[in-house]
């Protein structure tokens, strides 16, 4: 499985980016497509995502600012992120999950970086 994200880049405080991830080579039925990120320093965390075709948000903090959605049939999902924030700087990773325990890859993820 091979996961390709985009969107990521350089915006002032206040700005908005987005995220897309789609997965190829999958021989199995996507269950879950997530968003992770890991600042320097710090684990990598739950942002959001989408589970069984609903979004789920694993960071309080971007309730409200982003926005996650998918499109089954092309294994994609985007990320909205409004009003970034400092905070929001980090190197976000896609993540699939499908229905076995073995079901689960990274990608190589895309750096954000919001200015002050």
């Known amino acids: 499985v091979q996961l390709q994200a985009s969107g990521g880049g350089l915006v002032q405080t206040g700005g908005s980016l987005t995220l897309s991830c789609t997965a190829s080579?999958?021989?199995?039925?996507?269950?879950?497509m997530f968003w992770f990120r890991q600042a320097p320093g710090k684990e990598r965390r739950l942002v959001a995502g989408i589970l069984a075709g609903e979004p789920k948000f694993g960071d309080a903090s971007v309730k409200g600012r982003f926005l996650v959605s998918q499109d089954s049939s092309k294994n994609t999902m985007v990320m909205q992120m409004n009003n970034l924030k400092p905070e929001d700087s980090a190197r976000y990773f896609c993540?699939?999950?499908?229905?076995?325990?073995?079901?689960?890859?990274w990608g190589q993820g895309t750096q954000v970086t919001v200015s002050s």
């Open positions: 993540n699939v999950h499908g229905p076995g325990t073995d079901d689960d890859y």
């Open positions: 080579g999958a021989d199995f039925r996507i269950v879950g």
